[in-house]
């Protein structure tokens, strides 16, 4: 028997962290940092606004998986949907570490922009329901070294992630912290 697990980040904007409570409050099923561990693809990536309105910037059908080791050892990757691809087809040479000219700077920055991962250690505060990853390793170099705390909610084989994010100039999101 195959068990599918499934993963949902969500991004909630700083100015409305709020909770809404309905009926008599329910104290929360404790949660053991085993219950993380294993494979969790991605469902869906949204951007809840103030305004109601929930954006998917990562597209309608984002694919990613995030895994989670018993030694403590995570690691996730996600990507765009439609994903980012390349109008001459092959772009890197036959031994996969040179960039072929083809491949314009436009499609080369849709690519990267359009895939995210990395990969670390990870601790699970169990009291607060939060998952720290530590990033050893990130296509966004800037990130090394860094924590990612994460709040989570975990219902069944649901896994959902949660962080803030602000808004810029632009009115764009921009997220205070790495995805996942």
Request: proline share 6%; glycine share 8%; with cysteine.
């Amino acid at each position: 028997m195959c068990l599918r697990r499934t993963l949902f980040l969500g991004v909630i904007l700083a100015n409305c962290l709020s909770t809404v409570t309905f009926g008599e409050p329910q104290p929360a099923p404790k949660v053991t940092a085993n219950q993380l561990v294993g494979a969790w693809d991605l469902v869906s990536y949204e951007d809840h606004r103030p305004n109601g309105e929930v954006l998917q910037g990562w597209g309608q059908h984002p694919s990613g998986v995030l895994t989670y080791s018993l030694s403590g050892r995570m690691a996730v990757q996600f990507m765009r949907d439609p994903r980012p691809t390349f109008v001459g087809g092959r772009v890197w040479g036959r031994d996969n570490q040179n960039l072929l000219p083809a491949a314009s700077a436009a499609e080369i920055r849709d690519a990267y922009a359009g895939y995210y991962a990395y990969f670390g250690t990870y601790d699970v505060d169990e009291r607060a329901r939060a998952v720290t990853h530590h990033i050893k390793s990130s296509l966004r170099s800037h990130e090394v070294g860094t924590d990612n705390v994460r709040p989570f909610e975990l219902t069944g084989d649901r896994l959902v992630l949660q962080f803030s994010v602000t808004a810029d100039l632009t009115g764009a999101s921009t997220p205070t912290s790495p995805m996942a």
